[in-house]
């Protein structure tokens, strides 16, 4: 099969502050640390000392074997002391710098018994690349679903404004959606329900929505149109926007990216491994995606529509997997392909 290679470059790059093995957990370095020696350690355990049986001109290798058996053990913080000595503990996250910082490390080790090098396991949690810590991402946008039964519109949009944003009101067809493909982001992960009613316009904005329109309101004069969910599928009604949320929007923060991926499967994907969902344009935006995410090994992108979804036209889905089809069968998926990204 050939294989089709995606390359995005740019001017910067992260990638040598972070690992990127595979096999090896995600983990990020946090720095050189001093042990006085008085117990217990900074760092309380000794999961093993490398020294015997490392190769000492790949000192990668005993980083990675320190952060399986880290993991394995389901701690947060691991640290190599003495060139291969491996120290961890429940505690570490809280202890790791309870010495002072120190200057006798290189290659990500300690240097001697009395200085580890700190690593920790890198974990999203609900943070996306660029935006605020719950908030989500389309594209080159941040959004937030604002809900407050005791403010006015006017507090909401100075609630937005504190944040850098702006209220989305859809006064054209390109803006309205815009604000439904936010939506449709939040319900391919599982983010929306009944109490999801946002404002999304003035009454007349229904005519430019790409989501089906309910006629069901029992508002006899809407002053708005508004969208919510109704057994999971999107819909556009008119309201007078009492009890409804609103969107607000940024612009998003992302430094540029650099990397590869290539293409290793058509009309299959990955399943059961995916730790983001989103509307993108193109290929090309959903690989920029992947590469903004430090645990995004591989992509299922939806390069045809598939008839197991609502509304195509508001974009195609990308899905972000933290594994490879080394470690996990590939299955069969009308309408995607699998790309899997290069380790550079």
């Not at 995005?8 to 040598?16: P, V």
């Not at 004069?221 to 609103?246: I, R």
């Amino acid at each position: 099969m050939s294989s089709l290679v995606i390359e995005i470059l740019s001017f910067w790059s992260f990638w040598n502050a972070f690992s990127f093995s595979y096999g090896v957990p995600l983990y990020e370095p946090v720095g050189c640390f001093l042990d006085s020696g008085i117990s217990p350690h900074p760092m309380p355990l000794l999961l093993k000392n490398f020294r015997p049986q490392m190769k000492w001109d790949d000192i990668t290798a005993v980083i990675d074997w320190c952060a399986r058996l880290a993991h394995d053990r389901s701690l947060s913080y691991f640290g190599l002391q003495n060139y291969g000595e491996c120290w961890s503990g429940e505690t570490a996250g809280q202890t790791y710098s309870r010495d002072g910082r120190a200057e006798n490390c290189k290659s990500g080790v300690g240097l001697s018994q009395s200085t580890y090098f700190v690593y920790k396991f890198f974990d999203y949690g609900d943070k996306v690349p660029g935006c605020k810590e719950k908030w989500k991402a389309h594209n080159n946008f941040c959004f937030s679903v604002l809900t407050n039964d005791t403010l006015t519109t006017s507090e909401m949009k100075d609630v937005c404004t504190e944040n850098k944003g702006e209220l989305v009101y859809a006064m054209n067809k390109r803006s309205f959606h815009l604000a439904e493909r936010f939506l449709y982001t939040m319900q391919l992960n599982a983010e929306t329900n009944s109490s999801h009613r946002v404002v999304l316009g003035p009454a007349n904005a229904s005519s430019f929505a790409t989501l089906p329109v309910s006629h069901s309101s029992v508002y006899s004069v809407a002053t708005h149109t508004c969208a919510y969910s109704d057994s999971s599928q999107l819909k556009v009604e008119p309201c007078d926007a009492n009890n409804y949320g609103y969107l607000c929007m940024t612009l998003r923060e992302t430094d540029p990216v650099v990397g590869k991926l290539a293409q290793l499967g058509t009309d299959t994907a990955i399943p059961g491994h995916v730790i983001k969902k989103m509307l993108v344009d193109d290929v090309i935006a959903c690989a920029c995606e992947c590469l903004r995410y430090l645990n995004c090994l591989s992509v299922n992108y939806e390069y045809k529509p598939t008839g197991d979804r609502d509304f195509p036209m508001l974009g195609r889905i990308c899905e972000l997997n933290d594994e490879t089809k080394k470690d996990v069968h590939l299955h069969r998926r009308d309408g995607y392909k699998y790309y899997e990204r290069f380790n550079i």
